[in-house]
């Protein structure tokens, strides 16, 4: 039914657009008419391929041959040997640096694919409302295999695998389920926390939205190990479309006897409810995540006692992230010792991240841990929107800090990211440009957080509320350069005293922004000005002699503040304008600056 | 449903579903099985891929294409492109398309389907699978 | 569903439909935020009075009740508007220019957040993160989402639909 047998497909990224992908397309187009074959040889252009440091790119199918560094005089070769002859231009090839091999088959080229879907693995591949697809892909052979092994080897190898915690903290997995298992007890509960409260962080979703089954399995196994037969899923009321996935999921997984009496034809026996959050960001820490499904306030209470010894309704309960779970099948599957092959020394295994902001790619991605964050921004994130230049990046939400160009090629894990003064977090991570203005960022974090706070605690109900009211201060161009030393004093105190996660985290944003953009907060309290041109009450605006004198600025004030002959350069009145920007929006001449 | 009572019985029951996903994805009856993914998570419904899975399955049953399948999946990660749509032809490598359209989803249907001529818009997938 | 304009009867019947929710409910225990959501979808907002009924049924204190209600941002207590607006204000859409377009909906509407216009027809409120990142900034008004909100004039078009 096909009548074109060949694809060329050129890279129509950024960069290999401006090394002349455009050119490649037309060479090739053009040698494809001269030889006659433009009936069955089909030339695209397509989206970035993420490789942009060999670009550009140029790919043929259906033989999967990937060609790098393609110049718009190669096209002739490329059509005259390989799509005439079939003999693939050799010098065209990837060489690998190790082997000094060319690499001809992109299949074989997995230092390109920077991404590595452990997690994600079938999300996007299998029809989530469907739970034989996900039988079919290995799906409940991991609880099958675990129902035969004793609860200390489950425990062991999940041990052995690294997997550390993905909501945020990083505890390793293996030992929370140990305590959880050695705490005897007539009932125990398995609680998957599903309420995904960072503003950008949507992985969790992701994942109960695309593969619910694969998080209902890895209850099972936890439910397994430590000895319970109840699971919980606390979920945040806001995802109607991942509720109802994960409660089909549920629902055919008792169907297949997957949960409920005797799974498996054995002596264990597990189920699943489902608790709906109500929107407290307080709720991922796991003591105030218990109180909230046990109907209370979500409050978070000092620990020890620890869940694993009492958590909810007072019996031990263990509580793990979705995106956890979501790895438990896999490290069963393939094994802990294939699963800790990938990733860093002390952080294994992949992390998925939301990758968003002022980035061209902006997605949902997986990356092995120990990727740099410059190949996750570049390569794959396809680089900076509009051609602007990288300024930081944020992980860890409201509780991390911001990692700026310094940062860029160290490795992404647990451990590093503390000690850039970020966090892991759940995983998102928005990148900011130029003219993001850095103590604004902060006091957007803290206008979160302060709002958040459930106040239960002194240090973050009135500390952090004191943050964000310097903050304003500042942004407003009301600061003094004494705030500052007040930011970072208040800040360590809110860090070394609040109770709980959100309170030790919370000051984060702004001690982090305060360390590595210095300079920025004094150009705010000591010269009034805003570096980024974001703070409206640090900006003016200025006519310059570009200015024609089209009156169009002055038609559109709101408050009359331009004044001007018509033809001759108007001038604003600085003590009229509100600073609203809507003259620099009507002016056609580019006479307006703001700064 | 009977319960899956044992693990010989997942086993088998893993073999059979494969084959029946197989048949689809690997394609043994060649001329017959084209897949058509739609990316149906919370942000592609929010860009459009519900309407775009409606109008496709639409007309798959219109023109009575019973070699076409249409199916959903869950994020495929490229939020910048939503919706996105993933073709699989039979015995070819799977091809993901961003920003699809009503329009485009014709044009997906009725050339690259219907008539194996991809067309602009490809996202080329850079992510390795469990099985590489 | 708003409470506004409904008679006694109508009322009492949603009542009915709350009572019956928390006779059938297996364990009175812990289930307080089940039977809030569940009488958030039916009044559509959290009155006093409802709270005390559930109070009285559930069998704990009003304070209790309140103290949950006003803990959670998912509950209200005011009613909302037949075309709620929820403006993302999750970080994606922050960086992209969230905070103008909620003063833009603001202007246009006279209303702050967690207020519903005079006619009942809008309520503005914020939220954090739809998770449709790719399209920020994001605009929820009911259920549809809408993408790419860069100017002014979007807005008034978007709120056209509704008028």
Redesign the interface.
Known sequence: ????TM?I?V?GGTGCMSSHSIEIVENLKKYIAKTGMQDIV?V???????FCEKGPIV?I??D?TFYVQVKPEDAEEIIKEHIVKGRKVARLLYTDPTTERHISDS?HM?FY??????A??????????NI??Y??R????AL?KV??MSQEDVINEVKKSGLRGRGGGGFPTGLKWEFAYKNKSDQKYVVCNADE??????MD???L???PNSVVEAMAICGYAIGAQKGLVYIR???P??IKRLEAAIHSAR????L?ENI??TSFSFDIEI???????VCGEETALIH???????EPTTKPPFPAASGY?GKPTNVNNVETFANIP?IFL?GADWFNKIGTEKSKGTKVF?L???I???????VPMGITLREVIYD?GGGIKDGKKFKAV?TG?PSGGCLTEKDLNTPIDFDNLIAKGSMMGSG?M?V?DED?CMPA?AK??LE?TAEES?GKCTPCRVGTKRLLEILEKIVAGKGTEGDLVTLEELGNTIKDTALCGLGQTAPNPVLSTLKEFKAEYIAHVRDKKCPAGQCSALLSYMITDKCIGCTACARNCPVNAITGVVKKQHTIDQSKCIKCGACINKCKFDAIIKG | MPKIMSLDELKNLRDKVKNQVDLREKGEKVEQMAVIRVAMATCGIAAGAREVMNFLAEEVAKRNLNNVVITQGGCMGYCYAEPTVEVKLPGQESIVYGHVTKERALEILEKHVLGGEMIEGIIPVGHKSLDE | MGCEGCTNQLTESLYKKLEQFIDELPEKEGALIAVLHKAQSIFGHLPAEVQQFVAQKLNVPVAQVYGVVSFYSFFTMTPKGKNPISVCLGTACYVRGSDKVLQAFKEELGIEIGETTKDGLFSLDALRCVGACGLAPVVMIGDKVYGKITSKEQVKSILNEYR
């Open positions: 039914m096909s009548k074109y694809h497909l890279c089909q695209l252009r397509t989206g970035c391929f993420g790919k199918l259906p999967n299949k997995e694919k920077k991404q590595m879907r452990v994600l693995r079938n999300c996007g591949f299998i029809d989530p409302t034989e697809e039988i079919a290995d799906g409940y052979a099958a129902l035969t409260g960072d503003p950008g962080a949507f979703r992701s994942i939205e695309g593969d009321a806001e995802y479309l991942a169907e297949y006897g997957l409920g498996l034809g608790r709906f959050g109500a929107g407290a960001f909230s499904m046990e109907g209370k306030r979500g309704w896999v393939k939301a968003a902001g002022k061209n790619n902006v997605g949902l991605i997986e794959i944020q939400g998102g928005i900011m993001d960022v957007f974090y979160f459930c």
